[in-house]
């Protein structure tokens, strides 16, 4: 089954340090990936997408991902973290079925201390 | 432009209850999507809406749960004699197209539902 993975729970890191969120994945064909940010109480929201091009993708608020097929992963990566940026992370993957259908992992918690 | 809206924001039910989610897609969306959050569960899938059509359904629990999105109005999801397993965030998404995965249009998530059934 086509699917992504996210293996940490929650990711700890310093305000000011980079900080990266893991996304493996597993489809079949040529994989459509995104990354959402979800804050308390909030709706998901849009940071990133991957549907072809350049392995590396700039997204919102300055986060990037990189798309590696040998490793079939898409880790999201921020050069220096911001307080503002604890939140659930999504990674997530449109399958193939004719429409766009996403498929999300299960989420990771990013704390930011001060 | 406002954002794909959901009421109400939180609900509150008792077993065998009916409950009903409302959501209005963002402007000149056609497109609606479900999806329910489990707590500490990413978002499933459970249903996809073009105006009056529901073109799949597969995430749907076949039954008690029914969505429908009429010519005029907000995409309705209801659950009926709901129970327990069914507390949960319910979201809604909304897209201008969501037919050809080659012209990726973004879903705009809506703040979502919280169900408790007590």
């Known amino acids: 089954a086509q699917s992504v993975a996210q293996p940490e729970d929650q990711v700890n890191v310093a305000e000011g340090n980079p900080l990266t969120v893991k996304c493996t994945y597993s489809v079949s064909g040529n994989p459509y990936l995104f990354w959402y940010v979800q804050y308390p109480n909030r709706g998901l929201q849009f940071l990133l997408k991957?549907?072809?091009?350049?392995?590396l993708v700039k997204g919102s608020y300055g986060f990037e991902a990189e798309f590696n097929k040998s490793q079939t992963s898409f880790h999201l990566k921020k050069p220096s973290a911001l307080v503002s940026d604890s939140a659930l992370y999504f990674c997530a993957v449109i399958l193939n079925t004719g429409f766009q259908k996403l498929v999300f992992g299960t989420g990771t918690r990013l704390l930011v201390s001060p | 432009n406002a954002g794909v809206m959901q009421n109400p924001r939180h609900l509150v039910r008792r077993r065998g209850q009916e409950a009903r989610l409302r959501c209005s897609p963002m402007k000149g969306h056609s497109h609606v999507y479900w999806y329910r959050q489990l707590p500490e569960e990413g978002l499933k899938f459970m249903v996809y809406l073009q105006k009056e059509n529901i073109i799949d359904e597969s995430g749907m629990p076949k039954e008690r749960f029914s969505a429908e999105f009429p010519k005029e109005g907000p995409s309705i999801l209801r659950i009926q004699q709901v129970v327990r397993g069914d507390s949960a965030a319910y979201f809604c998404?909304?897209?201008?197209?969501?037919?050809?995965?080659?012209?990726?249009?973004?879903?705009?998530f809506g703040p979502g539902t919280r169900l408790t059934v007590l």
């Open positions: 991957y549907i072809t091009g350049d392995n």
């Open positions: 998404a909304s897209s201008t197209s969501g037919m050809d995965i080659h012209l990726y249009n973004e879903q705009f």
